[in-house]
């Protein structure tokens, strides 16, 4: 489950954090647009591993921004 969600209009941005084999983080993004009973969803990894979730999150949280600017 997305541990952050975001909305703007039809759009969805769900914020989450994946461990990494290594030990290190790396922040998950889920864009998701509602038309009617049809959900289209993409799946945005941020660039950059960090070394704790919280910084995994917030480097998520901020492509999620970058992404529903986009929109």
Not at 21 to 44: L, M, N, P, R, T
Request: net charge negative; charged share 30%; aromatic share 4%.
């Amino acid at each position: 489950m997305a541990t952050v969600r975001y909305t703007k209009a039809d759009w969805i941005a769900q914020v989450d954090i994946q461990t990494l084999d290594d030990g290190k983080f790396q922040g998950v993004v889920v864009i998701a647009h509602k038309s009617g009973s049809v959900c289209d969803e993409s799946q945005h990894i941020a660039d950059t591993i960090s070394d704790t979730p919280k910084d995994a999150l917030d480097e998520a949280k901020a492509l999620a921004h970058r992404i529903l600017d986009d929109l």
